[in-house]
């Protein structure tokens, strides 16, 4: 009795002894723990295949009762949103279209130019305090952690552990992600002027507007541009008059109708919370931040996502005192509580790049 | 082969991982999945005392480690803790009653929860206090609670030495 006591103590010492050096090991990254892992989970692989499958009628009854009246509401709204934004995605496409042709134009990156990958959300994480979800490509794939996902609304959360074939999400609500972004200003700004003879009338504000028909006098001509926000981003439609005889139409861009951008750093606050941005300059090149002014990446040679993927749109401007900034509560543009399908960019950036 | 104790324990493991990575996961009353591992180590512990509790904890959490993203030895301290405070209760009353055993596993449930929300907390995984950490515990407590009874005989089944493990 006394031999097996000692024993199980001394099992109790190495077991305990392994699990603080895995912890110390696997919180430097090392490529050990990594490999212990994947071998584990290449054995673990079959057995969870077949738990999966026999346990799939079990959750899909749970579903079923569950579910069922939510997904009749949901649907209904779904399709609602659909009639409305069937015209808007139109208009959409084309700005989306005319911004990439204008980038590639000017030798600028773009979201079109990165190779993607579709995976399908096998799994949310099992445990209930972290914010991942499991996504069935791996490194065969050429994913690799670090990577940013996305959905159709927008990002959604970046690789943080890597398999053959499959991968691990953290996302955008996890207390642990941060990302650099960008706070592009759309607030109401009105600026006039002439050449000659054309008056230019230009109105942008974050709230949709009735476009603005002016009357064109004998002395001058009016053009009216009114933007529409669609998404977080800015339609813009430009109603020309007729141009009368002996003038040309010239587009002269100011420099003050640029949107200009503020950058900070997103933080998730769980599930219930919404994200925050921090490290906003406290005197702002735009003046003050409003509710509904879009978030995108930032992007840059240290940043793990590409510039100006979309993240959401501010809901809440809490101002501090001091010089700390004020603090912005983001509304994601994705709805993160059921994902099925999303696109990983195949992206790293130069600074994460292996030299040949 | 399988009249070896452990080698039980670790096929039965397998198994009752598998559970919580497909069948627990999807599961989740109120947004929490149920955490059977948990439930397993509890079970151990409190049927056959300290040391068996915490070995249970200690290779179960591994087994879980290898398989979630948090860092790996991680959830194998947090059990190993649980299992062996499970396994107090065999100290405080050697003749377990049905109800008093339902009540101590719903308690060291709260507590096993507690351990590692502390265990990410002090390596500096970002853990947020709010009101929805009480439900989960809440729920997972619940849920540990009505799975008791077949667990009980799981872990008993798994654990109980034969004439050729003496």
């Known amino acids: 009795m006394a031999s097996k006591n000692t024993t199980r103590r001394r099992a109790i010492i190495l077991l305990t002894l392994t699990s603080i050096m895995l912890v110390t090991l696997d919180l430097q990254d090392s490529p050990k723990v990594a490999g212990l892992r994947s071998l584990f989970g290449t054995l673990f692989y079959p057995v969870e295949g077949v738990a999966r499958?026999?346990?799939?009628?079990?959750?899909?009854?749970?579903?079923?009762?569950?579910?069922?009246?939510?997904?009749?509401?949901?649907?209904?709204l779904l399709r609602q949103q659909v009639a409305q934004q069937e015209g808007a995605t139109v208009a959409a496409a084309a700005s989306v279209r005319?911004?990439?042709?204008?980038?590639?134009?000017?030798?600028?990156?773009?979201?079109?130019?990165?190779?993607?990958v579709t995976a399908q959300v096998i799994g949310e994480s099992p445990t209930s305090f972290s914010q991942k979800i499991e996504i069935n490509q791996g490194t065969d794939s050429g994913?690799?952690?670090?990577?940013?996902?996305?959905?159709?609304?927008?990002?959604?959360?970046?690789?943080?552990?890597?398999?053959?074939?499959?991968?691990f999400v953290m996302l955008i609500t996890d207390p642990d992600f941060s990302i650099s972004v960008k706070v592009v200003s759309t607030g109401r700004k009105t600026t006039e002027s002439t050449v000659r003879g054309i008056t230019s009338v230009t109105t942008s504000t974050a709230?949709?507007?009735?476009?603005?028909?002016?009357?064109?006098?004998?002395?001058?001509t009016t053009t009216t541009t009114t933007t529409i926000p669609i998404a977080g981003f800015t339609a813009v439609v430009t109603t020309l008059p007729s141009t009368p005889q002996g003038l040309t139409s010239i587009t002269v861009p100011l420099a003050s109708d640029l949107d200009v951008r503020e950058t900070g750093v997103i933080q998730g606050n769980g599930p219930t919370r919404q994200p925050t941005v921090r490290f906003i300059d406290n005197s702002l090149r735009f003046g003050s931040i409003e509710a509904g002014v879009p978030i995108?990446?930032?992007?840059?040679?240290?940043?793990?996502?590409?510039?100006?993927?979309?993240?959401?749109?501010?809901s809440r401007v809490v101002e501090r005192v001091g010089s700390a900034g004020p603090l912005l509560e983001i509304e994601i543009a994705a709805e993160l509580t059921n994902l099925s399908f999303v696109r990983i960019l195949l992206y790293q950036p130069i600074t994460e790049k292996k030299s040949p | 082969m399988l009249a070896s104790r452990w080698t039980r324990l670790i096929l039965v493991l397998l198994v009752v991982l598998a559970l919580q990575t497909t069948l627990f996961k999807e599961l989740r009353p109120f947004g929490v999945a149920g955490q059977v591992m948990l439930l397993f180590v509890i079970c151990a512990g409190i049927q056959f005392g300290v040391s068996i509790g915490a070995i249970v904890g200690l290779i179960a959490g591994l087994m879980f480690d290898f398989v979630v993203s948090t860092p790996a030895g991680l959830g194998s301290i947090a059990l190993?803790?649980?299992?062996a405070t499970a396994g107090l209760y065999l100290r405080f009353f050697p003749n377990p009653i049905w109800w008093l055993r339902l009540v101590s596993i719903g308690f060291v449930s709260i507590i096993g929860e507690i351990y590692i929300l502390i265990a990410q907390a002090m390596i500096g995984l970002g853990v947020v206090l709010e009101f929805r950490l009480i439900k989960i515990i809440a729920v997972v407590t619940v849920i540990n609670v009505c799975l008791t009874p077949g667990f009980l005989l799981i872990t008993r089944w798994t654990l109980s030495e034969r004439k050729k493990d003496r």
């Open chain 1, 296 to 314: 995108v990446t930032a992007g840059g040679s240290r940043s793990l996502a590409p510039p100006d993927v979309l993240i959401g749109v501010v």
């Open chain 1, 143 to 167: 994913i690799r952690v670090g990577m940013p996902v996305l959905n159709a609304a927008g990002l959604i959360g970046r690789i943080t552990k890597v398999f053959a074939n499959r991968s």
């Open chain 2, 80 to 83: 190993g803790i649980t299992g």
């Open chain 1, 207 to 220: 709230v949709p507007l009735e476009p603005i028909s002016n009357t064109p006098d004998a002395e001058t």
């Open chain 1, 53 to 76: 499958v026999i346990t799939r009628p079990v959750g899909n009854a749970w579903y079923g009762v569950t579910n069922y009246n939510k997904l009749l509401d949901e649907n209904s």
């Open chain 1, 98 to 116: 005319l911004s990439q042709e204008l980038l590639a134009l000017n030798g600028l990156p773009t979201l079109a130019g990165i190779n993607a």
